[in-house]
């Protein structure tokens, strides 16, 4: 058994306000769409190394609340509130809850600002048993953590 091909990976991120441009009926993959920081850095990473196949991606929406980056979506204009957050916080929890059921991670990365956080308020129990990396500090710092953790990942393989 190779136990390097057991590891599998979970990062949960926020979606961003900068998008690409597109239409706003037109459906593209979540990962696609959003254009911040973030999303720039993943899919330089993706062009230069291609995708790990044990990395799972999970974005945080005001819209859509937690969506796989698969997902295909349109685009839109909300911001994440607090009150947004709160009020999608279950939903989160049983989404996580359902993917914990299915698949036990080797580490999970949760790179949110503060008011994403705030969904993941109910989730506290079945985040509690799992292997977590957070993301911290301003933009800058948490843009050079992602890009390190995704690193981890393809040393992994």
């Known amino acids: ?33 959003y254009d911040g920081p973030f999303y720039r850095i993943i899919r330089k990473a993706f062009r230069d190394r291609g995708r790990p196949k044990n990395l799972d991606i999970l974005i945080l929406s005001a819209k859509y609340g937690l969506i796989s980056s698969e997902k295909k979506i349109t685009n839109y204009d909300k911001l994440m509130t607090a009150e947004i957050a709160c009020k999608i916080s279950r939903q989160v929890y049983r989404k996580l809850e359902s993917i914990f059921w299915d698949y036990e991670y080797t580490e999970i990365m949760i790179n949110l600002g503060k008011k994403y956080t705030l969904a993941l308020e109910y989730s506290k129990r079945v985040l509690t048993n799992q292997n977590l990396r957070y993301g911290n500090g301003g933009i800058g710092d948490r843009n050079r953590q992602l890009k390190d953790w995704l690193f981890t990942i393809y040393e992994d393989q």
């Open 1 to 33: 058994m190779n136990l390097m091909t057991d590891r599998k990976y979970l990062l949960v991120i926020s979606c961003s306000k900068r998008k690409v441009p597109c239409s706003l009926v037109e459906k593209i993959r979540a990962l696609d769409l």
